[in-house]
């Protein structure tokens, strides 16, 4: 799920992350829905939310973990989300390339 305000989600580099993370799913028999806010998001599923770290939802998972995202070129965070009733977990960064190292991590452990 992206925020398709998200200027760092929504580049050329994440999205393709993303693709490659959602065919990993799909392989392993897994349902992928999109999604532009957690809150469309269903209480069952397991949630992915790809941000960057300086968007109001970001920020706020952030804050309810008590960590932060370093504000340095290629930092990253993985963090469990549980927030509004949604369980998964926040891929966020500062900039695209971090956001997509982000994600081809969780796709290598898929």
Request: aromatic residues 2%.
């Amino acid at each position: 799920m992206a925020d398709p305000s998200d200027p760092i989600a929504v580049s050329p580099p994440v999205q393709w992350a993303v693709n490659e993370l959602e065919t990993s799913l799909k392989n392993q028999g897994i349902t992928v829905h999109h999604y532009e806010r957690l809150a469309q998001a269903n209480e069952e599923d397991v949630t992915i939310l790809v941000a960057g770290s300086d968007t109001p939802p970001a920020r706020q998972l952030q804050t309810e973990a008590g960590v932060s995202v370093p504000a340095v070129p290629e930092g990253l965070g993985l963090l469990p989300l549980s927030s509004v009733g949604k369980q998964g977990l926040l891929a966020c960064s500062h900039d695209e390339r971090g956001l997509t190292y982000a994600l081809l991590e969780l796709t290598d452990r898929i």
